[in-house]
């Protein structure tokens, strides 16, 4: 074990000198700021160019914090831009498009081996029909650049924000994709480009709060003794293991008062609306009526268990009995909010 002398003492008169290493004074960033990235909401910003449009950007004022990646331990910088800075960017393509991305970058002489001590602006120009490029060592992206065959200028709509917030400890923000590699028990992230808030549990990562998701109403019509897809809800990827609890309401007008209409909740996780091979996850039923063409409300509800990853729930109708002749359909009266499905993903 090597214990290092604690930052900021001074020896008394007389005694040596105590002198520090520039990468041990950055470590008091490390101990501080948790996450490389840019300090400030604003702060370098890339632009469309202020002087109007051409083939370059404006980067924003303002400070990041970067690691430097070079060696063991390179620790943190503290980067200051004091005023807005153009940066040219390459001329769009001939044929097809290609992303750019824009980044800041460290240059220290002592641990990358090159021949400066500052830190810059700077951009890879990416290949046609490509990806994003990957980000230099001792780098944060900025933002990325779509560039297409017959632009003449990149402007605010080909400009796609790639920033990330150095955090203290506590919240982290990050995005889906760069989350922390090693959190502690107890990090809590934020993604800005979902907007969700986790925690890791030591295993893994929990989301904090239930999504709710709702479809509109619908009208199917001319349902028989064939099962017929009539909603359909895709859900997004949690970012976490989470279980399903559906809530489905919905109005079945019948032809007479002999049919009884089956409803059915199915897990459709990887399925095209109105494939209804999935697993069924709740079952419902049509009340009967004595007499004539009549309406009946029936509500059911279906649970999924523990998963992740993006899913489906689909939702079909199918008459059980009645007369050969006897059809019905689902309606979907805008006077009827209740006449829907309604998902909660429960983070577990």
Not at 92 to 105: E, Q
Not at 197 to 223: A, C, D, E, K, M
């Amino acid at each position: 074990m090597v214990l290092e002398v604690p930052l900021f003492l001074q020896a008394a008169s007389g005694d040596t000198a105590i002198d520090y290493s520039a990468r041990e004074v950055r470590q008091l960033l490390d101990a501080v700021i948790v996450s490389e990235g840019v300090i400030g909401n604003g702060d370098l910003a890339v632009s469309q160019r202020g002087a109007g449009a051409n083939d370059s950007v404006d980067v924003a004022a303002g400070w990041a914090a970067i690691i430097g990646d070079s060696v063991s331990a390179q620790g943190k910088y503290l980067c200051r831009n004091t005023a807005a800075t153009n940066l040219a960017i390459s001329a769009a393509p001939g044929s097809g498009s290609r992303t750019d991305l824009v980044y800041a970058k460290v240059r220290d002489k002592v641990a990358d081996g090159g021949s400066s001590y500052d830190w810059v602006l700077d951009k890879v120009t990416g290949t046609v029909g490509g990806g994003t490029p990957a980000t230099p060592a001792s780098a944060i992206p900025l933002a990325t650049i779509l560039r297409t065959a017959g632009d003449s200028a990149v402007t605010t709509a080909r400009i796609s924000d790639a920033r990330l917030w150095a955090a203290a400890p506590g919240t982290q923000v990050c995005t889906r994709t760069t989350r922390p590699a090693t959190p502690r028990p107890g990090t809590m992230i934020f993604e800005v480009d979902t907007g969700l808030g986790f925690q890791w549990t030591g295993t893994r990562w929990r989301g904090l709060q239930t999504l709710v998701y709702s479809n509109s109403p619908v009208h199917v019509t001319g349902i028989t003794t064939a099962e017929t897809g009539v909603q359909y809800l895709p859900i997004p990827d949690p970012g976490c293991q989470a279980y399903i609890t559906a809530d489905c309401t919905m109005q079945i007008v019948r032809s007479d008062n002999t049919g009884v209409f089956t409803m059915y909740m199915r897990d459709s996780t990887g399925l095209a609306a109105n494939n209804l091979t999935g697993p069924v996850i709740g079952v419902g039923q049509s009340l009967g009526t004595p007499s004539g063409t009549e309406a009946t409300y029936s509500g059911f509800t279906g649970y999924k268990g523990a998963y992740t990853g993006a899913t489906n729930i689909q939702i079909s109708v199918r008459r059980a009995t009645g007369s050969p002749t006897s059809t019905g359909e689902v309606n979907a009266s805008t006077i009827d909010p209740n006449n829907r499905l309604v998902v909660q993903v429960i983070p577990t």
